[in-house]
């Protein structure tokens, strides 16, 4: 894989999870090519597999791990696994995460007419479901809090470690319809923020990247229409955009490459950094 530039990160062991996903695969991929050895992490054993086979054909060294971010169990099996076929993780980068239609309104805004309850498909701000709503939260933010307990003792006992969260450009400026994404994307940061200032004695490094708008398997059918014409809301997303265009995953590598270097970043903790082509500087006139 081309990378914009290479930091030496030979002989470090990286955790990623959600690695089969989009982002995170090609994350994976880039680490790879600094040298470091990949535990892919994934609740799909076969997605992992399929990043960490790629990493291996091109070179580099790579195991896949199947693993749930909401379940101990399975962190501290996947914990042990990586110990013993790559050694203890260096540099934890939490990547699962992800949005559920029942924490999702249908409208951007609330219309009087709505409060009637007739129109039965309508979710409206009344009609969320809690259990939705915890789903988000649970994913986004305990599948950051959880992983972290489980691979990073190694790290401060060690005296050196690298965490990179992914928050969101929602944490924010929250998007409209869906609340409980913005708000456990918001707690993501602040966990970033607090757990930087909590790890700092112990020589762990805590950062989080903070990506705008990237087209990936999860938000497809609600930005591109079967056709490959852009829907509504993405019309809109890319009018708000100054840069006119989505992310590609290759955009966030530059950011953290830095992020994981010593060498290059290595006075900065606490620190969530947007990659959103402009989003959050553009006013909207």
Not at 30 to 51: N, R, S
Not at 112 to 134: R, V
Not at 165 to 174: D, E, L, V, Y
Not at 201 to 229: C, E, H, M, W, Y
């Amino acid at each position: 894989m081309n990378v914009p530039f290479k930091v030496d990160l030979k002989d470090q062991v990286v955790l990623i999870t959600g690695g089969g996903g989009v982002l995170c695969s090609t994350m994976a991929q880039a680490l790879a090519t600094c040298g470091a050895k990949i535990a892919v992490a994934d609740l799909k054993q076969e997605a992992a597999e399929a990043v960490a086979a790629k990493i291996r054909a091109d070179g580099g060294t790579a195991i896949s791990v199947a693993c749930n971010v909401l379940e101990k169990a399975s962190l501290e099996a996947a914990n042990a696994k990586v110990k013993q076929e790559l050694g203890a993780v260096d540099i934890l980068v939490n990547g699962a995460g992800g949005n559920h239609p029942k924490g999702t309104t249908s409208l951007e805004y609330l219309r009087q007419e709505d409060l009637a309850g007739t129109a039965k498909e309508l979710i409206t701000f009344y009609d969320l479901d809690p259990k939705g709503i915890e789903f988000v939260f649970n994913l986004n933010f305990l599948g950051t809090l959880l992983p972290t307990q489980a691979f990073t003792r190694e790290m401060a006992g060690k005296g050196r470690g690298t965490i990179i969260n992914i928050s969101s450009m929602n944490a924010f400026r929250p998007l409209t319809k869906i609340p409980a994404y913005s708000g456990a994307k918001a707690a993501v940061s602040n966990f970033t923020q607090w757990l930087a200032v909590h790890f700092s004695r112990v020589g762990v490094r805590v950062n989080a990247i903070a990506p705008g708008f990237f087209v990936t398997d999860q938000n497809r059918a609600l930005l591109v229409k079967p056709d490959g014409s852009p829907t509504a809301r993405s019309s809109t997303i890319l009018a708000h955009t100054p840069m006119g265009r989505y992310g590609t995953p290759e955009d966030l590598i530059g950011a953290l490459l830095w992020l994981t270097s010593n060498e290059a970043s290595g006075f900065v903790t606490g620190v969530v950094l947007p990659i959103d082509g402009g989003f959050a500087a553009f006013s909207g006139v």
